[in-house]
Protein backbone atom coordinates (compact mmCIF):
# COMPACT_ATOMS: atom_id res chain seq x y z
CA UNK A 1 0.00 0.00 0.00
CA UNK A 2 1.56 3.49 -0.97
CA UNK A 3 1.29 6.25 1.12
CA UNK A 4 0.71 9.46 -0.47
CA UNK A 5 1.99 12.84 1.54
CA UNK A 6 1.05 15.72 -1.68
CA UNK A 7 -1.72 16.77 -3.86
CA UNK A 8 0.66 16.12 -7.15
CA UNK A 9 1.42 12.21 -5.62
CA UNK A 10 -2.29 11.48 -4.96
CA UNK A 11 -3.45 12.97 -8.72
CA UNK A 12 -0.31 11.04 -10.61
CA UNK A 13 -1.70 7.48 -8.52
CA UNK A 14 -4.60 8.35 -9.96
CA UNK A 15 -4.52 9.31 -13.38
CA UNK A 16 -2.09 6.01 -13.49
CA UNK A 17 -4.56 3.93 -12.34
CA UNK A 18 -6.74 5.32 -14.93
CA UNK A 19 -4.63 4.98 -17.66
CA UNK A 20 -4.63 1.57 -17.02
CA UNK A 21 -8.38 1.26 -17.44
CA UNK A 22 -9.21 0.68 -13.65
CA UNK A 23 -11.69 2.56 -11.70
CA UNK A 24 -10.77 4.77 -8.47
CA UNK A 25 -12.43 4.90 -5.37
CA UNK A 26 -12.07 7.58 -2.67
CA UNK A 27 -12.73 7.04 1.50
CA UNK A 28 -12.03 10.21 2.76
CA UNK A 29 -11.67 9.85 6.91
CA UNK A 30 -10.61 11.82 9.62
CA UNK A 31 -8.29 9.07 10.73
CA UNK A 32 -8.83 7.50 14.30
CA UNK A 33 -10.62 4.74 11.98
CA UNK A 34 -12.78 1.63 13.14
CA UNK A 35 -14.89 -0.79 11.88
CA UNK A 36 -17.56 2.15 10.22
CA UNK A 37 -14.63 3.05 8.39
CA UNK A 38 -13.42 -0.48 7.49
CA UNK A 39 -16.53 -0.88 5.87
CA UNK A 40 -16.38 2.10 3.48
CA UNK A 41 -13.11 0.60 2.02
CA UNK A 42 -14.35 -3.04 1.63
CA UNK A 43 -17.43 -1.35 -0.35
CA UNK A 44 -15.08 0.40 -2.05
CA UNK A 45 -12.97 -1.91 -2.85
CA UNK A 46 -15.83 -4.48 -3.70
CA UNK A 47 -16.67 -1.67 -7.30
CA UNK A 48 -13.38 -0.22 -7.73
CA UNK A 49 -10.25 -1.45 -8.59
CA UNK A 50 -8.20 0.88 -6.41
CA UNK A 51 -9.14 2.56 -3.18
CA UNK A 52 -7.27 5.58 -1.90
CA UNK A 53 -8.12 6.54 1.67
CA UNK A 54 -7.40 10.09 2.80
CA UNK A 55 -6.50 10.98 6.65
CA UNK A 56 -6.60 14.16 7.66
CA UNK A 57 -7.95 16.05 10.59
CA UNK A 58 -9.27 19.15 8.81
CA UNK A 59 -8.62 22.25 11.02
CA UNK A 60 -11.36 24.14 8.79
CA UNK A 61 -14.43 22.03 9.98
CA UNK A 62 -13.91 22.36 14.02
CA UNK A 63 -14.90 25.36 16.40
CA UNK A 64 -12.95 27.32 18.36
CA UNK A 65 -13.82 25.42 21.07
CA UNK A 66 -14.00 22.10 19.90
CA UNK A 67 -12.09 19.17 20.10
CA UNK A 68 -9.27 19.67 17.26
CA UNK A 69 -6.23 19.36 19.06
CA UNK A 70 -7.57 16.45 20.92
CA UNK A 71 -8.62 14.73 18.40
CA UNK A 72 -7.62 10.75 18.24
CA UNK A 73 -4.89 10.57 15.81
CA UNK A 74 -3.71 6.54 15.53
CA UNK A 75 -2.21 7.22 12.03
CA UNK A 76 0.36 3.75 11.78
CA UNK A 77 -2.94 1.64 13.17
CA UNK A 78 -5.03 3.29 10.47
CA UNK A 79 -2.72 2.52 7.86
CA UNK A 80 -3.14 -1.39 9.34
CA UNK A 81 -6.79 -0.98 9.06
CA UNK A 82 -7.03 0.65 5.64
CA UNK A 83 -4.78 -1.81 3.84
CA UNK A 84 -6.59 -4.84 5.33
CA UNK A 85 -9.79 -3.39 4.44
CA UNK A 86 -8.57 -3.18 1.02
CA UNK A 87 -7.20 0.23 0.43
CA UNK A 88 -4.51 0.43 -2.50
CA UNK A 89 -3.22 3.97 -1.35
CA UNK A 90 -3.38 6.41 2.05
CA UNK A 91 -3.52 10.18 1.47
CA UNK A 92 -1.95 11.74 4.56
CA UNK A 93 -1.18 15.37 3.92
CA UNK A 94 0.09 18.13 6.01
CA UNK A 95 -2.24 21.25 6.48
CA UNK A 96 0.17 23.53 4.70
CA UNK A 97 -0.25 20.58 1.69
CA UNK A 98 -4.17 21.22 2.02
CA UNK A 99 -4.29 24.82 2.89
CA UNK A 100 -1.35 26.94 1.69
CA UNK A 101 -0.25 30.06 3.69
CA UNK A 102 -1.88 32.13 0.91
CA UNK A 103 -5.34 30.11 0.70
CA UNK A 104 -8.36 32.46 0.37
CA UNK A 105 -11.08 29.37 -1.50
CA UNK A 106 -13.43 28.43 0.06
CA UNK A 107 -16.64 26.40 -0.31
CA UNK A 108 -19.97 27.07 1.13
CA UNK A 109 -23.24 25.15 0.20
CA UNK A 110 -25.84 27.84 1.00
CA UNK A 111 -28.92 26.98 3.31
CA UNK A 112 -27.72 23.57 4.09
CA UNK A 113 -24.87 24.72 5.43
CA UNK A 114 -26.88 26.60 8.33
CA UNK A 115 -28.76 23.34 9.00
CA UNK A 116 -29.01 20.83 11.54
CA UNK A 117 -25.09 20.43 12.69
CA UNK A 118 -24.47 23.54 10.59
CA UNK A 119 -27.08 25.45 13.25
CA UNK A 120 -24.93 24.58 15.96
CA UNK A 121 -21.59 24.34 14.65
CA UNK A 122 -21.17 27.57 12.26
CA UNK A 123 -18.75 26.85 9.95
CA UNK A 124 -18.62 23.30 10.09
CA UNK A 125 -19.85 22.51 6.79
CA UNK A 126 -18.36 24.89 4.94
CA UNK A 127 -14.86 23.22 6.15
CA UNK A 128 -16.58 19.78 5.42
CA UNK A 129 -17.59 21.17 1.86
CA UNK A 130 -14.12 22.74 0.94
CA UNK A 131 -11.53 19.99 2.27
CA UNK A 132 -14.05 16.99 0.12
CA UNK A 133 -13.55 19.61 -2.65
CA UNK A 134 -10.12 19.49 -2.74
CA UNK A 135 -10.21 16.03 -2.09
CA UNK A 136 -12.25 15.07 -5.43
CA UNK A 137 -10.19 17.77 -7.00
CA UNK A 138 -6.79 16.00 -6.08
CA UNK A 139 -7.72 12.18 -6.70
CA UNK A 140 -10.48 12.41 -9.49
CA UNK A 141 -12.07 9.38 -8.04
CA UNK A 142 -14.71 7.73 -9.96
CA UNK A 143 -16.52 7.30 -6.52
CA UNK A 144 -15.95 8.49 -3.00
CA UNK A 145 -17.75 6.77 -0.24
CA UNK A 146 -19.43 8.25 3.04
CA UNK A 147 -21.34 6.98 5.90
CA UNK A 148 -25.02 7.69 6.49
CA UNK A 149 -24.21 8.28 10.43
CA UNK A 150 -22.60 11.47 8.55
CA UNK A 151 -26.66 12.01 6.84
CA UNK A 152 -26.51 15.98 6.70
CA UNK A 153 -22.87 15.96 5.56
CA UNK A 154 -23.92 13.69 2.87
CA UNK A 155 -26.89 16.36 1.75
CA UNK A 156 -24.40 18.72 1.83
CA UNK A 157 -22.16 17.39 -0.37
CA UNK A 158 -24.62 16.01 -2.60
CA UNK A 159 -25.23 19.55 -3.18
CA UNK A 160 -22.23 20.75 -3.85
CA UNK A 161 -20.76 17.70 -6.21
CA UNK A 162 -24.14 18.58 -8.44
CA UNK A 163 -23.61 22.28 -8.25
CA UNK A 164 -19.71 22.19 -8.97
CA UNK A 165 -20.55 19.48 -11.49
CA UNK A 166 -17.78 17.24 -10.10
CA UNK A 167 -17.74 13.57 -12.14
CA UNK A 168 -17.22 11.70 -8.87
CA UNK A 169 -20.44 9.40 -7.78
CA UNK A 170 -21.05 10.11 -4.07
CA UNK A 171 -22.12 6.63 -2.72
CA UNK A 172 -23.71 6.59 1.04
CA UNK A 173 -22.88 3.25 3.30
CA UNK A 174 -24.92 2.05 5.91
CA UNK A 175 -24.36 3.03 9.67
CA UNK A 176 -22.31 0.59 11.22
CA UNK A 177 -23.21 -0.06 15.13
CA UNK A 178 -21.75 -2.01 18.37
CA UNK A 179 -24.02 -5.27 19.31
CA UNK A 180 -25.90 -2.89 21.58
CA UNK A 181 -26.68 -0.20 19.21
CA UNK A 182 -24.31 2.46 19.43
CA UNK A 183 -23.28 4.20 16.29
CA UNK A 184 -19.52 3.55 15.85
CA UNK A 185 -17.83 6.95 16.24
CA UNK A 186 -14.07 8.15 16.56
CA UNK A 187 -15.13 10.07 19.80
CA UNK A 188 -16.67 7.26 21.25
CA UNK A 189 -13.70 6.85 22.59
CA UNK A 190 -14.10 10.02 24.72
CA UNK A 191 -16.27 7.91 27.15
CA UNK A 192 -16.23 6.93 30.53
CA UNK A 193 -18.38 3.69 30.77
CA UNK A 194 -21.12 5.33 32.42
CA UNK A 195 -21.38 7.34 29.97
CA UNK A 196 -21.41 4.91 26.80
CA UNK A 197 -24.15 3.45 28.43
CA UNK A 198 -25.89 6.46 28.66
CA UNK A 199 -25.39 7.07 25.06
CA UNK A 200 -27.07 4.30 23.92
CA UNK A 201 -30.29 6.35 24.66
CA UNK A 202 -29.68 7.75 21.05
CA UNK A 203 -29.50 4.48 19.19
CA UNK A 204 -32.94 3.74 21.06
CA UNK A 205 -34.46 6.37 20.22
CA UNK A 206 -33.79 5.79 16.59
CA UNK A 207 -35.80 2.16 16.60
CA UNK A 208 -38.68 4.16 18.54
CA UNK A 209 -39.22 6.77 15.90
CA UNK A 210 -38.74 3.35 13.55
CA UNK A 211 -40.87 1.19 14.91
CA UNK A 212 -43.57 4.34 15.25
CA UNK A 213 -42.96 4.79 11.46
CA UNK A 214 -43.46 0.78 10.65
CA UNK A 215 -46.56 1.37 12.51
CA UNK A 216 -48.29 3.42 10.77
CA UNK A 217 -47.40 7.10 12.56
CA UNK A 218 -46.52 9.73 10.15
CA UNK A 219 -46.98 12.92 12.27
CA UNK A 220 -43.35 14.47 12.58
CA UNK A 221 -44.69 15.93 16.25
CA UNK A 222 -45.79 12.91 16.94
CA UNK A 223 -42.78 11.06 16.06
CA UNK A 224 -40.22 13.43 17.71
CA UNK A 225 -42.36 13.61 21.01
CA UNK A 226 -41.71 9.97 21.37
CA UNK A 227 -37.85 10.29 20.42
CA UNK A 228 -37.83 13.20 23.08
CA UNK A 229 -38.94 11.13 25.90
CA UNK A 230 -36.60 8.38 24.88
CA UNK A 231 -33.77 10.60 25.45
CA UNK A 232 -35.59 11.92 28.67
CA UNK A 233 -35.22 8.73 30.20
CA UNK A 234 -30.89 9.83 30.22
CA UNK A 235 -30.98 13.18 32.37
CA UNK A 236 -27.87 13.61 31.61
CA UNK A 237 -28.00 14.07 27.96
CA UNK A 238 -28.44 17.34 26.53
CA UNK A 239 -30.08 17.35 23.43
CA UNK A 240 -27.93 19.98 20.26
CA UNK A 241 -31.20 19.26 17.77
CA UNK A 242 -33.71 16.39 17.36
CA UNK A 243 -35.29 16.93 14.13
CA UNK A 244 -37.54 15.20 11.05
CA UNK A 245 -36.39 16.40 7.83
CA UNK A 246 -36.31 16.07 4.06
CA UNK A 247 -33.07 14.29 3.59
CA UNK A 248 -32.12 16.64 0.30
CA UNK A 249 -32.78 19.84 1.86
CA UNK A 250 -32.61 19.07 5.53
CA UNK A 251 -35.86 21.67 5.96
CA UNK A 252 -38.23 20.29 8.53
CA UNK A 253 -40.69 18.20 7.26
CA UNK A 254 -44.82 18.05 9.60
CA UNK A 255 -45.40 14.78 7.72
CA UNK A 256 -43.21 11.97 8.14
CA UNK A 257 -42.49 9.94 4.48
CA UNK A 258 -40.20 7.32 2.90
CA UNK A 259 -37.31 8.84 2.52
CA UNK A 260 -37.36 11.03 5.28
CA UNK A 261 -34.51 11.47 7.68
CA UNK A 262 -34.87 11.58 11.52
CA UNK A 263 -31.35 13.43 13.41
CA UNK A 264 -30.20 13.68 16.80
CA UNK A 265 -27.40 15.40 17.75
CA UNK A 266 -26.38 14.96 22.16
CA UNK A 267 -23.83 15.74 24.40
CA UNK A 268 -22.99 12.82 26.39
CA UNK A 269 -20.91 14.53 29.25
CA UNK A 270 -18.15 16.36 26.95
CA UNK A 271 -18.73 14.43 23.54
CA UNK A 272 -21.36 15.52 21.51
CA UNK A 273 -22.42 12.22 19.01
CA UNK A 274 -24.74 11.94 16.04
CA UNK A 275 -27.31 9.09 15.16
CA UNK A 276 -29.84 8.82 12.82
CA UNK A 277 -32.16 6.91 9.96
CA UNK A 278 -33.77 7.29 6.81
CA UNK A 279 -37.30 6.16 7.17
CA UNK A 280 -37.96 3.25 4.96
Request: hydrophobic content about 50%; overall charge neutral.
Given at each position: ???????S?????????????E???LV?????L????????R?????C?????????????????E????YP???D????LA?T???S????P?V???????A???????G?????????R?????????????LLIA?????A??????A?Q????R???LDL?????I?VCP???????????S????????????????SQ?V?K?????A??????????????A?????PE????Y????????LQ????????SL??VAA??GA??LI?N????
Amino acid sequence: MKILRTVSELRSWSRDVHLKLETVALVPTMGALHAGHASLIRAAAATCQQVAVSIFVNPTQFGPNEDFSRYPRTFDADCTLAQTAGASAVFAPSVDELYPSSAATFVEVEGLSNRLDGLSRPGHFRGVATVVAKLLIAAEPDRAFFGQKDAAQVAVLRRMALDLRLASEIVVCPIVREADGLALSSRNIYLSAAERMQALALSQAVRKVESLFAAGERTAAALLAAARAVLATEPEIRIDYLELVDWATLQPQATAASGSLFAVAAWVGATRLIDNTILP
